[in-house]
């Protein structure tokens, strides 16, 4: 469930009650405290229930924010407040100066042959693990004070599409129900498909693709086996030169957000595919090239249960 709070709102309150004067009343030094623990409550909600993919220097960021918000809780000194509240906005802009991806596999298998979303359902598990991500990320969106821009990408299987409005849908919710400035762009069939039969036409190392990506997969292997397996096939894919390429466009698209408006919107940029390869072959170069701009989500990735060269709190080629 949305913890409910917009704390682009209370940051706003806070600062048109500073703007009024030099003198602040006992009224609204109360009302800039209660906005202030509105924002602290929902810091601490996310930080520990997203403890698992939450940047590091993010979560030092927001122990700086919430030291500057108890000196406001605490304060009745008008420049201190100013102050303090100078230091949470400057925070707040530096954790959300830079793009992020979420690279999601589906946790269901694809249709056969494409089917058109409104003539498909996801199951039971598909549709809790859509509701799943879209409340972790609504929780995410609503503690970022920016506008902020969805990006929401998916293959050409009707299942992933519908997995795709589905966060759609929540992040409208959040327009409507929070007040929450938040646009979203939903593009079809902007994932490859590397079905067997495009990696054949690609690739003549096709029986070697299938043989390790198998061997990925098989439940009983151990994980030295899996890690060395894992080993040879990003080495092979790397020449993929299909998914590489879409890899590359990703990487433009993130440097593009970051460059462009940062100032004013926080970009979210979310790829949605059945594959088991397009993960990795897409970390690998997002990593590369660009690793200060993309969190990765370990937690939901842990969760799907896609078992790729997995370490600790944080998702490694």
């Not at 009024?20 to 006992?26: H, L, R, S």
């Not at 609504?138 to 409005?165: D, M, N, Q, W």
Request: aromatic share 10%; charged share 25%.
């Amino acid at each position: 469930m949305v913890h409910n709070t917009n704390v682009g709102v209370y940051i706003q309150s806070i600062g048109l009650i500073l703007r009024e004067g030099t003198f602040i009343d006992k009224r609204k030094i109360t009302q800039i405290k209660w906005n202030a623990d509105k924002i602290t409550r929902h810091i601490s909600y996310v930080v520990k229930t997203h403890s698992k993919s939450l940047h590091p220097l993010d979560v030092e960021g927001f122990q700086s924010i919430n030291k500057n918000l108890d000196i406001i809780k605490k304060s009745t000194d008008s420049q201190q407040l100013r102050l303090a509240f100078q230091g949470v906005k400057n925070t707040f802009a530096q954790i959300y100066s830079q793009s992020i991806a979420y690279l999601l596999r589906h946790p269901e298998p694809p249709e056969d042959g494409y089917t058109d979303a409104a003539s498909s359902t996801l199951s039971n598990k598909g549709t809790k693990e859509a509701a799943k991500f879209s409340e972790y990320l609504a929780e995410e969106v609503l503690l970022c004070p920016k506008k902020v821009r969805v990006h929401i990408f998916y293959s050409t299987k009707a299942r992933t599409e519908l997995f795709g409005k589905f966060i759609m849908y929540k992040m409208n919710q959040l327009r409507a129900m929070h007040e929450k400035e938040v646009e979203v762009d939903f593009a079809p069939a902007a994932l490859p498909l590397m079905r067997s039969s495009v990696v054949k036409d690609l690739m003549d190392e096709y029986e070697e693709f299938r043989v390790l990506a198998n061997g990925i997969k098989t439940q009983g292997m151990n994980k030295a086996d899996r890690a060395l397996s894992m080993k040879y096939f990003l080495l092979w894919s790397r020449k993929f030169e299909s998914a590489r390429n879409y890899a590359t466009q990703i990487l433009e698209l993130l440097t593009q957000a970051t460059d462009q408006d940062s100032s004013n919107e926080w970009n979210i940029f979310i790829y949605i595919t059945h594959n088991h390869s397009f993960i990795p072959v897409t970390m690998h170069v997002l990593q590369k090239g660009l690793t200060e701009c993309l969190v990765q989500t370990a937690e939901y990735i842990k969760k799907q249960g896609n078992g790729l060269n997995y370490r600790g709190n944080w998702y490694e080629i």
